[in-house]
């Protein structure tokens, strides 16, 4: 891919020019755009109104530069450092996953359930802290904890709560390790789940760039989901709940292990917006682990 772009050009020109750039690559075209305005801090608006605007000489390097990382297989999200979640600003670097839309749609179901009641409420596997921050900016009442393996992420969502302007208890932790004799009302993960052998089947820039302790789980993916079966409900109250994201084809698999856990709990497996198997929810009618 050539680089070349002339030196007195205006952001429409360069607009035009990446989407040349790009074309036969896979990227979508709202992705060089997504660049520009972040670059630019600007909003949609304010590029219309500056189509025929001349770029600087930095503006320009600048963008050839990120359009170049971005054919090269560089996701725009960590190109930028910034997404959004739920509307919210989330920055993001290789040591935490890009949050997805469908993670969303775990949030919107835990929203529905509960409306302004106050509750204890722990994020494993927190990443960037999207689902926490989330939860808190729309229940600002809500006592809201959120633990991850990885310093190096809770050192970024630590960060992305404060662009936020919200106040979260983050604990580093491996699962429900460190909060022996604690309750939550209600537990949220969206864990790695992705097979080791699945990897062949992966976008190779997901690969490339995202971090792979928050991908890849042993025993086909679900390695997680047993660990949580047989240790959520003793975090739960008796009247708790457990959510979880899941992967397309695991929807049958962690119900079973929910349920041969906690014989007297209610399960739900929810699709996406694609319809595919997304989410899936435990209602704990009695705190006894059911082995």
């Known amino acids: 891919m050539t680089t070349k772009l002339k030196q007195d050009v205006t952001f429409f020109e360069a607009l035009k020019w990446a989407s040349l750039c790009i074309k036969d690559k896979n990227i979508e075209t709202d992705e060089v755009q997504f660049l520009l305005l972040n670059q630019m801090n600007w909003d949609l608006t304010t590029l219309l109104r500056n189509y025929r605007t001349k770029m600087t000489v930095k503006e320009r390097e600048e963008f050839i530069n990120n359009v170049n990382r971005l054919i090269n297989g560089e996701p725009a999200q960590y190109i930028i450092g910034k997404t959004y979640f739920y509307g919210y600003p989330i920055k993001v670097d290789q040591n935490v996953l890009i949050p997805r839309p469908e993670t969303e749609e775990l949030v919107e ?71 022996a004799g604690k309750k939550f009302d209600v537990i949220v993960s969206n864990p790695p789940y992705i097979a080791y052998d699945e990897k062949r089947l992966m976008d190779q820039d997901v690969i490339d760039y995202e971090p792979q302790l928050a991908l890849f789980a042993k025993h086909e993916g679900l390695f997680i989901y047993e660990r949580l079966a047989k240790e959520a409900g003793n975090y739960l109250t008796d009247s708790g709940s457990l959510y979880l994201e899941i992967g397309f084809h695991q929807g049958q698999s962690v119900i079973k292990l929910l349920e041969d856990s906690y014989k007297t709990a209610d399960t739900i497996l929810r699709q996406d917006l694609a319809g595919h198997d997304r989410m899936i929810k435990m209602d704990l009618k009695e705190n006894n682990n059911g082995n």
């Open 109 to 179: 179901w835990i929203l529905a359930d509960y409306s302004k009641q106050p509750l204890k409420v722990l994020d494993i596997g927190t990443g960037s802290g999207a689902i926490a921050i989330s939860l808190k900016k729309q229940r600002p009442d809500w006592q809201i904890t959120a633990s991850d393996i990885s310093t190096d992420a809770l050192k970024v969502a630590k960060s992305n709560a404060q662009l936020n302007g919200v106040k979260i208890n983050f604990v580093e932790s491996d699962l429900l390790a460190k909060f």
